[in-house]
């Protein structure tokens, strides 16, 4: 998510061609998390809501467009690992309880099938040359990622704030920087601790390398110095990849989810290269999408209505570009069967919800039916300008009705969407 206030932080190939391997109409599964022989024998998976089977993982690994097809719609536990104080990460540093399994359980509940767990590891660090992880943090981690599978939820686990530049808190992921050895050597030793960690977990933990990467100006990178910002972000895309192959274990063939720039389409589709893999048809890639940000994302109530011939929008982003921009991730990627992760999507509560059920169901509905996976942003808070849809003590959905849209929209059915 990128860096906001902390009141906000504190806050073609459409699903027919895809539907058997992508898509998003959900459904449990009831596999077991970790290795077969530490957990009872998996039972076979439930269908998806469209009825059909998802691709069973007892029989083995998934390719990624398997994966991407079980893991339908999905929902961030935002503002929560990915927080901070002071320059040190912790669970409740932005407002937010500690996550329990009663919440994993009311996630799966509301119709959600993967959730996507942020980690930011600023203060949890040790010093060169072998930056070692705080135990007790990788620990906790392990415990949530626990929650979640025995509710049946596939899950996402990254680096998150390290390298949102926001250097004062002791980020350090700086792809600016002339000098990327010392940078290269700790996201290695972080990663390949992450990947030993949880190396006997199955298939339905993927990593994801790191969260929106950029300069700090949120422009499209251009010119020589954009040229380097996307060398040092493939580069250590490529550093990832390695680290968890090297790591073994289940890690060997484990689904990997990776970035371009910032995670924007355009920049991604522009400046991204994917990693070499030693595992066949195990990668994914990583995108955000949050436009038009006047209606998504700024704290102002000018721009609350969405939609072609909505009085006072934005004048931009409507639903033409929705379909336009994930159009281009089917030409790019899911054309050339690499499935894509909408890894952050969402709207900020402006109190507006006629329009901002239309904007989630028409996203979600336009995702899907292309065959990507969007999960929503939920950062906890649900007071003005926030995210939250889940609460985060009673495991209730805040807004039935948005809920319903993107439920709606994750089934598979074709259908118009009604406009307010």
């Known amino acids: 998510m990128k860096k906001m206030k902390m009141k906000q932080m504190g806050l073609l190939l459409l699903c027919a061609v895809m539907l058997a391997m992508t898509g998003c109409s959900a459904g449990g599964s009831s596999e077991s998390s970790k290795d077969a022989e530490s957990t009872p024998e998996t039972p076979a ?22 994966m991407a097809g079980n893991m339908e719609l999905g929902w961030n536990l935002g503002n929560t690992f990915d927080a901070y104080s002071n320059g ?29 767990i942020p980690v930011s590891y600023l203060g949890k660090v040790g010093e060169a040359p072998d930056y070692t992880v705080e135990s007790a943090w990788l620990s ?27 250097k004062g808190n002791g980020a350090w992921i700086d792809v600016t920087n002339p000098d990327q050895s010392a940078i290269q050597a700790k996201f290695q030793k972080i990663w390949a601790q992450i990947a030993a960690q ?23 990178p251009s010119g020589e110095s954009g040229k380097t910002m996307n060398a040092n972000i493939n580069a250590l895309n490529q550093i990832f990849v390695d680290t968890v192959r090297e ?22 589709i522009a400046g991204f290269v994917l990693p070499e893999d030693s595992a066949a048809d195990r990668l994914m890639v990583s995108v955000h999408f949050y436009d038009p940000y006047q209606y998504a994302l700024e704290e102002k109530m000018k ?8 009085p006072g929008n934005c004048g931009w982003g409507n ?56 999960v929503y942003w939920d950062n906890g808070y ?38 307010p």
């Open 45 to 66: 998976v439930s269908a998806r809501k469209d009825g059909s089977p998802k691709a069973e993982t007892a029989s083995g690994s998934l390719t990624a467009m398997e």
């Open 88 to 116: 040190i990460a912790g669970e409740n540093a932005w407002g937010n309880p500690s996550a329990t399994q009663e919440l994993m359980h009311a996630v799966r509940a509301a119709g959600f099938d993967t959730v996507r």
């Open 198 to 220: 949880f190396a006997d977990y199955d298939q339905r933990l993927v990593f994801e390398s790191m969260n929106e990467i950029h300069d700090g100006s949120y422009q499209a």
């Open 382 to 419: 649900n007071g003005d300008y926030g995210f939250a849809l889940i609460d985060r003590n009673s495991g209730a959905v805040l807004h039935p009705g948005m809920m319903d849209a993107m439920n709606r929209a994750a089934s598979g059915e074709s259908y118009e969407i009604a406009k």
């Open 247 to 268: 790591s073994g274990g289940k890690n060997a063939d484990r689904c990997l989810l990776v970035p371009g720039y910032n995670t924007n389409i355009d920049y991604t």
């Open 140 to 166: 906790r981690l392990q415990e949530v990622v626990d929650y979640a599978l025995e509710a049946d939820l596939y899950v996402i686990i990254n680096i998150h704030h390290d390298g949102n530049n926001d």
């Open 303 to 310: 721009c609350n209505t969405w939609g072609n011939g909505a």
């Open 319 to 374: 639903e033409d570009f929705v379909d336009a921009q994930f159009d281009k991730l089917v030409t790019t990627y899911l054309a050339n069967g690499i499935p894509v992760i909408v890894g952050e999507y969402g709207a900020i509560n402006k109190h507006n919800d006629p329009y901002r059920n239309y904007y989630m169901e028409y996203v979600t509905k336009s995702a899907c039916d292309r065959g990507l996976v969007p």
